[in-house]
């Protein structure tokens, strides 16, 4: 019951989403625990905003280094900041502690860098990383202008790389956005894995909110939950 969570984008939502699902695995009397392989972006090199958010929505205490493996401070693509530094990004560590999550937490919900195929490595990208840690795929698409192709790009590149998607989360960036419900109608239409739910545009999110739109029992095939909220439950916001 261990997720990957990507995006089709960088600034998608991917972490509000990652802690909405922790906080309803939790809500389920789950042991849940979030982990970020590679964060870039560590100011002063403490810990990252991600990191703590995914710390605070889990409700299994792990080491810092277990939850999040490797820090740069560089805010750039995890290679180029790990090239800076003179660190290569090594999978097999980053597996060592999966492992150890995994024996602590009956979900662990893995958040990836930026998109699926963001280079971690001079040759070795996040889908090879889902590839080694053997993750279903949870895919974040945040719904604005240009969420059709990006959405659907990154839903082949999953399928390419023999990845499996679980289901896929649409997330509302714009809010005066033209024809949203129409765009998302479009991706449901296109992507054969299942919609867990539609995320209304929130200027301050908060992640318990927002596991009340996500329907997790879609992950174990059941049928759609009536009382999970839908975008049209927000239009008032």
């Given at each position: 019951?261990?997720?990957?969570?990507?995006?089709?984008?960088?600034?998608?939502?991917?972490?509000?989403?990652?802690?909405?699902?922790l906080h309803g695995f939790a809500a389920q009397g789950k042991r849940v625990v979030g982990m970020k392989p590679?964060?870039?972006?560590?100011?002063?090199?403490?810990?990252?905003?991600?990191?703590?958010?995914?710390?605070?929505?889990?409700?299994?205490?792990?080491?810092?280094?277990?939850?999040?493996?490797?820090?740069?401070?560089?805010?750039?693509?995890?290679?180029?900041?790990?090239?800076?530094?003179?660190?290569?990004?090594?999978?097999?560590?980053?597996?060592?502690s999966f492992s150890e999550l995994s024996g602590q937490a009956d979900v662990v919900i893995v958040e990836g860098a930026g998109g699926l195929l963001v280079p971690l490595s001079g040759n070795q990208d996040s889908a090879d990383l889902v590839m080694r840690m053997n993750l279903p795929v949870i895919l974040v698409a945040g719904i604005r202008l240009g969420c059709l192709n990006h959405a659907l790009l990154t839903v082949e590149a999953i399928a390419t790389r023999g990845l499996t998607l679980a289901g896929w989360v649409a997330n509302v960036l714009d809010e005066h956005m033209a024809m949203r419900e129409a765009n998302i109608a479009a991706l449901q239409q296109r992507i054969s894995a299942p919609l867990l739910g539609v995320v209304p545009y929130q200027a301050q999110p908060d992640a318990r909110a927002v596991a009340e739109c996500l329907d997790l029992g879609l992950l174990e095939g059941r049928t759609p939950d009536p009382q999970i909220k839908t975008v049209a439950d927000f239009e008032s916001i």
């Open positions: 019951m261990s997720y990957f969570v990507t995006g089709t984008d960088t600034g998608v939502g991917k972490t509000l989403i990652s802690c909405a699902l590679v964060a870039a972006g560590c100011a002063d090199g403490g810990q990252h905003e991600d990191v703590g958010q995914l710390r605070a929505a889990s409700n299994v205490l792990a080491s810092h280094g277990q939850i999040n493996p490797y820090c740069f401070a560089q805010a750039v693509a995890p290679h180029l900041a790990a090239q800076f530094v003179g660190v290569s990004i090594n999978f097999e560590r980053i597996a060592e």
